[in-house]
Each structure stands twice: as structure tokens, then as C-alpha cells.
Nanobody
């Protein structure tokens, strides 16, 4: 099993910044990628960004490219999502997921509990 714990969500004004954290523990030797998804009420979870376990590879969704940066602290098994120039449409519950990779939520077996991000206009 892999345990994921997110933190760092909150309320911010449009144009502001937040940094989300995802701490991984447990049987992480089988994890290839940590990926952030976000979800709004009544909608499916959408891909935001992903990073390989080594940190060497990153990939972003079109809606966040140039504004969000994904990174990791190898020593602490913690992944970060730095979110800048936030927009009201970024409002969602953000989840981190662990697995072999991909941009579809169904491809991931391990999930954190989610953290709410609210961007006011």
C-alpha cells in the first residue's frame, strides 16, 4: 500500500499563489509517477500535472502550463505543486495520486484525501 497526504490548500485571490504538498509513504518502490488531478462538483477528476518518481520527467495539462510547477523533495518523498497566477477556474479539490503514470484518473490506484483550493475573483 501507498499512503498519500496532501496539504496546502486554501482561499486565495485571483492572481495569487499557493503551494500544495503531497507526502508519500509505504510501499513506494513500485511507484513510477506522482500526479495531481483536480475535481469540481459533478465533474470527473481532470489531469493537472505529473512528475516521475526520480523527478527527471514532468508534464502539464494545457490549462496550467506556464503557471503551475511540479517538483519533488527526494529526501522527504514529498511532491509539490506550486500554483501561480491563480484564476477562479482553478477552484477545485486537488488530489495527488501514485501509480505507473498516465493522465486518466482510472489509471491510478492510490489517492490522497484531497485538499480544497478556492480562488476568489
Amino acid at each position: 500500500q501507498v499512503q498519500l497526504v496532501e496539504s496546502g490548500g486554501g482561499l486565495v485571490e485571483a492572481g495569487g499563489s499557493l503551494r500544495l504538498s503531497c507526502a508519500a509513504s509505504g510501499r513506494t518502490f513500485g511507484v513510477s509517477y506522482i500526479t495531481w488531478f483536480r475535481q469540481t462538483p459533478g465533474k470527473e477528476r481532470k489531469f493537472v500535472a505529473t512528475i516521475s518518481w526520480s523527478g527527471a520527467t514532468t508534464y502539464y495539462g494545457d490549462s496550467v502550463k506556464g503557471r503551475f510547477t511540479i517538483s519533488r523533495d527526494n529526501a522527504k518523498n514529498t511532491m509539490f505543486l506550486q500554483m501561480n497566477s491563480l484564476k477562479p477556474e482553478d477552484t477545485a479539490v486537488y488530489y495527488c495520486a501514485a501509480g505507473l503514470g498516465g493522465v486518466v484518473a482510472a489509471e491510478y490506484n492510490y489517492w490522497g484525501q484531497g485538499t480544497q483550493v478556492t480562488v476568489s475573483s
